[in-house]
């Protein structure tokens, strides 16, 4: 017994050491925190990112700088999205995503020296069009590589399919990313153990291949220009819960007819813009755990067939854009809808069964436009509270607006322009309202509340939002709509629109208060008179519209708008000279220009510069004189030139753009041979 204490007296010291030592987490290996510092040296936070990203799912994810936490003086287990094994201290996770970050992804990056990382996550940051290291297969151990929105480009190198133990790949890039022609085959084959595969955007340009993990549970190829038939072996892979497909117009797809091996799993099922051929079959009829199915713009036609009246756990139905045709009422049998829309078909009827529904508590979007529904709205339409978009515009519905629709408490976006709509427009209940649109109907009487801006529990008033009322609504955008419509916008009163109004009178000084507001359209509202002084202080307008009215004064009190990018000013009285063009350094961002039907004299400047960017250029119908000057000729994205009904004299010159698409000079004094540039325009609308 002695023995046996005293041999454990002599190894316990050991065994002790061995204990603690693989308890104990591992520091960060030295050369692994190196590399990450070095990484992190290579890229600036950019300041103008907004604070949240969306994710895939459409859900909210806080962006900050997680790199700002790195640093030498503590170890990198603590640093923001770096994760290490809790034995070997080893990184073996790298969690990037809305970082913030921007410059150039070296191919030879510090980050390919962590030769044990798992999950590798830079999504939604700006490598500023950095090409893919091929250098992303030596990551022999990744299981996750996501690479959404990091502005990446050219081809997507064949490495990659080296990780054999890929089960996460996201590539998705606007700088246009791609596979070699008909590489995509080859990349899959020794990913045979992928989960998830979101190649949206990435140009794959080939026809669809066989060999897909049977391990899949998301497939995401939209906008990657596949051609050819869809395998059914798609419809086959059992573990497949979401499919998206959209815009492939040259993918011919035609469902199996027997029942797919996807029926119980599959949940998601986009296939809008693909070329679609035959019926929805019987087989449709047991995808039971189906919950969005959007298959806009898919040459569907003729009535719903019986198979898709078995979905009823749907929660988002897009049928829009097809040729689909039948009653409405059917639908009601979709208790579960969130998001519905049937846009631009061909249902008719009409609405009375909206009177008696309610199976649709928790529908939030409903768009019905541009069919052939006819009749009033029913006026006892309840168990539709949670709507905050509808649309009914373009079909051929009449009478009154009933109340419930005013009435919605979360209503965001209300659509019910172009049908016959009488009676007036009474107060609106929502405290959320972006969008409202009810022109070209018969509607009559004042808009709601001074403006048509809806109240809180206060007069809404400028002088109120200067001294910030917190009781105040906080609008972003409103359409509303008398005869050819009214549309007024509002973010602390960033746009204003106002078309075919019959305001008559002046301009209110009023407007001069709007100093956030960047876009003005007062288009055809019978306004007279001269623009208000307290207008020329809105110095951060960059669309200003006063076409078609009858105001007057100088022309060239207009030069005050120095951000400017349209300028159209047609149809009006205004008067002067265009000397003033001659000084003006300032209107660098100008791309639209239209002083027509004046009264605008003398000649156009010689020596005008800063409006290189101009792509429209209309001063038709005034009393224009001299010659055209050179620089004109040589603007170099001209789209459109009209100087037609003036009195230029003098030769037309070569131009320099070749994007014309109409050129007007007629009724001038203008003379000599046609330029040589106008003659070799095959799509010059006119001259």
Not at 68 to 93: A, F, P, Y
């Amino acid at each position: 017994m002695g023995y046996v204490n005293l041999v454990f007296f002599m190894i316990y010291p050991f065994l002790f050491e061995l204990v603690f030592s693989s308890s104990s987490p591992h520091l960060c290996p030295k050369d692994q925190a190196l590399s990450l510092l070095q990484f992190k040296h290579l890229f600036t936070i950019d300041p103008n990112v907004s604070d949240y990203c969306i994710g895939i799912r459409g859900q909210w994810i806080q962006s900050y700088p997680k790199t700002l936490s790195w640093n030498k003086s503590t170890d990198c287990r603590s640093w923001d999205g770096v994760h290490c094994d809790e034995m070997t201290g080893q990184v073996i996770e790298l969690n990037l995503t809305c970082s913030k970050l921007q410059g150039k992804f070296h191919f030879n990056s510090s980050l390919f020296q962590l030769s044990n990382l798992k999950r590798l996550d830079l999504s939604y940051n700006d490598f500023s069009g950095s090409l893919i290291s091929p250098k992303f297969g030596d990551f022999s151990s990744l299981t996750h590589l996501d690479l959404l929105l990091t502005s990446f480009t050219s081809l997507i190198p064949a490495e990659i399919s080296h990780l054999s133990k890929l089960r996460v790949l996201r590539i998705r890039s606007d700088y246009g990313v791609r596979f070699e022609p008909n590489n995509f085959k080859l990349f899959l084959k020794n990913l045979t153990q992928l989960r998830e595969l979101d190649l949206n955007v990435v140009n794959i340009s080939s026809t669809f291949p066989l060999n897909f993990s049977s391990y899949l549970t998301t497939l995401w190829l939209p906008y990657t220009q596949l051609r050819g038939k869809l395998p059914k072996i798609i419809f086959h892979l059992s573990n497949l819960e979401s499919l998206d497909l959209t815009n492939n117009p040259q993918l011919t797809v035609r469902f199996p007819t027997t029942k797919w091996n996807t029926s119980a799993s599959l949940v998601e099922l986009y296939l809008s813009g693909v070329n679609f051929t035959g019926k929805i079959p019987e087989s449709f009829s047991h995808l039971t755990s189906l919950l969005d199915l959007v298959m806009s713009s898919s040459n569907l036609s003729g009535p719903i067939l019986n198979p898709l009246w078995n979905l009823t756990n749907i929660e988002v139905l897009d049928l829009h854009n097809n040729h689909l045709e039948g009653p409405i009422s059917p639908f009601l049998r979709f208790g579960k809808l969130r998001e519905f829309s049937l846009k631009n078909n061909n249902f008719d009827l009409q609405l009375e069964y909206l009177h008696f529904n309610r199976s649709w508590t928790q529908l939030e979007t409903l768009d019905f436009s541009s069919n052939y529904l006819t009749g009033p709205i029913p006026s006892g339409v309840s168990g539709l509270q949670n709507l905050q978009s509808l649309s009914l515009s373009s079909n051929h519905l009449n009478g009154t607006i009933p109340s419930w629709i005013f009435s919605l408490p979360s209503l965001f976006d209300l659509d019910l322009s172009d049908n016959h709509f009488s009676g007036k427009i009474q107060e609106f209940k929502s405290q959320t309202l972006f969008s409202i649109s009810v022109k070209q109907n018969q509607l009559e009487g004042p808009i709601p509340n001074d403006e048509g801006l809806p109240q809180a529990t206060t007069p809404f008033g400028l002088d109120q939002e200067e001294e910030g009322d917190s009781s105040m609504i906080s609008w972003q955008a409103v359409l509303m709509g008398y005869g050819c419509g009214l549309v007024i916008g509002l973010a602390s009163l960033m746009e204003l629109y106002l078309y075919s109004v019959n305001a008559t009178g002046r301009i209110p000084e009023s407007f001069g208060h709007l100093t956030s507001l960047h876009t003005l359209e007062l288009l055809s509202c019978n306004l007279s008179g001269f623009i208000p002084k307290p207008l020329w202080n809105l110095t951060n307008i960059d669309e200003l519209n006063l076409a078609y009215n009858h105001l007057e004064g100088p022309i060239s009190h207009f030069f005050r708008f120095g951000k400017l990018r349209e300028l159209l000013i047609g149809k009006n009285n205004f008067d002067g000279q265009l000397e003033f063009l001659s000084f003006n350094r300032i209107w660098t961002q100008l791309e639209f220009l239209d002083f027509s039907t004046n009264s605008v004299t003398g000649p156009i400047p010689s020596n005008v510069s800063g409006m290189q960017n101009l792509q429209l250029l209309s001063l038709s119908s005034n009393h224009l004189n001299g010659t055209i000057p050179s620089w004109i000729f040589f603007l170099p994205s001209l789209d459109l030139l009209d100087l037609s009904d003036n009195h230029f004299s003098g030769n037309i010159q070569e131009f320099k753009s070749q994007t014309f698409f109409s050129v007007s000079l007629k009724q001038n004094q203008l003379q000599g041979p046609i330029p040589k540039s106008l003659l070799n325009q095959h799509h010059l609308y006119y001259l």
